[in-house]
């Protein structure tokens, strides 16, 4: 019988410093990686691990030839532990905000083009609203930002999506559609409707492989039979939006991604007229059960109210588009 069912304390061992060195190893699959990430002695991690497996009475880890991996019963206390500490914090961090209003960390992870305008401007509303709040922001891409909000490494996630994803809970989700980015001068701009087929006329710059809209573009392509030679492939969007507007090319995103783009380069977003390229959102997201902290819960609503605000521009170019289609076809 594990310790943890044979003592009156209950999970005396389930909590603090334990968790963390267990949590550190899951992440760096090592030992010695993880006393050199904690400064704690490999004797002192070794020892904490062996007290949580004979609590919880079975392995957590399978010592492998090329470091430690979580077994079936590490990956459900690694869950366990990573909203434990979460919450833990979320609580300390309401006790600070009590003597302290607006004291609070909030770390943000989201898909590079979200770091040019929108969200900067997003911070820094808030950060005028709550001066002693301090924020980390990184970008990565959508799969990352997904896995550091299922391991706790980021509070708030905000990144596209083609499918809905059971690791992380979506906070907000609206239809973000892969559109034609195009300089207004663009021979496309002024068209009534916009296919796929068109973008074979034009040089185009489209992102790397494991993005939202490659894979749209891609599977669209294939589905068509056609095939779609990039003039410029890259990981960045705006590298790419400064080279459609320098050379008059066409590149692939969301409207919103040319929101607040104060001093850059003018482009417009086109509508393409092909289902499947609507089947994108963007998601706004948090660790799935866990209780999130006053200052992360505040920045959540700021930026949900953002992005709301972005709906209705957006909703509104569109529609104008459909419907100068539609008038032109009578």
């Not at 922001?137 to 596209?160: N, T, Y």
Request: proline share 5%; glycine share 8%; with cysteine.
């Amino acid at each position: 019988m594990p310790k943890w069912q044979r003592t009156n304390g209950g999970t005396t061992m389930l909590h603090g410093i334990a968790l963390r060195y267990f949590l550190e190893v899951a992440r760096t699959g090592s030992l010695a990686a993880s006393s050199e990430s904690l400064h704690v002695a490999v004797s002192a991690i070794s020892r904490q691990i062996a007290k949580l497996e004979d609590e919880v009475g079975t392995p957590l880890f399978e010592r492998m030839p090329r470091g430690m991996v979580l077994t079936d019963s590490g990956q459900l206390l690694a869950e366990h532990a990573r909203r434990a500490l979460m919450d833990a914090d979320a609580v300390l961090s309401e006790i600070a905000e009590a003597h302290a209003l607006g004291r609070g960390i909030v770390r943000v992870g989201c898909t590079e083009g979200f770091t040019r305008n929108f969200l900067p401007s997003v911070l820094a509303g808030f950060h005028a609203e709550h001066p002693r709040a301090r924020f980390v922001l990184r970008s990565g891409a959508p799969a990352q930002v997904e896995q550091w909000i299922a391991m706790g490494e980021v509070d708030v996630g905000l990144a596209f999506s083609t499918s809905t994803s059971t690791a992380v809970h979506a906070e907000f989700t609206m239809s973000a559609p892969v559109c034609a980015l195009l300089r207004p001068s663009h021979p496309l701009a002024k068209k009534d409707a916009v296919t796929v087929e068109d973008l074979l006329d034009y040089p185009v710059a489209v992102l790397e492989r494991g993005t939202t809209v490659r894979e749209l573009i891609d599977w669209c392509c294939s589905l068509r039979g056609i095939h779609l030679e990039p003039l410029l492939t890259s990981n960045n969007s705006s590298a790419m939006h400064q080279f459609a507007a320098l050379t008059g090319a066409i590149t692939l995103g969301s409207a919103i991604a040319l929101r607040g783009m104060e001093g850059a380069p003018s482009l417009l977003a086109k509508h393409i007229d092909e289902p499947l390229l609507n089947e994108r959102f963007l998601q706004v997201t948090t660790m799935r059960g866990r209780r999130l902290p006053a200052p992360v819960s505040q920045f959540l609503e700021a930026l949900k109210a953002a992005l709301s605000d972005g709906i209705m521009v957006e909703q509104t170019d569109i529609a104008e588009q459909r419907r100068d289609r539609s008038l032109g076809s009578i």
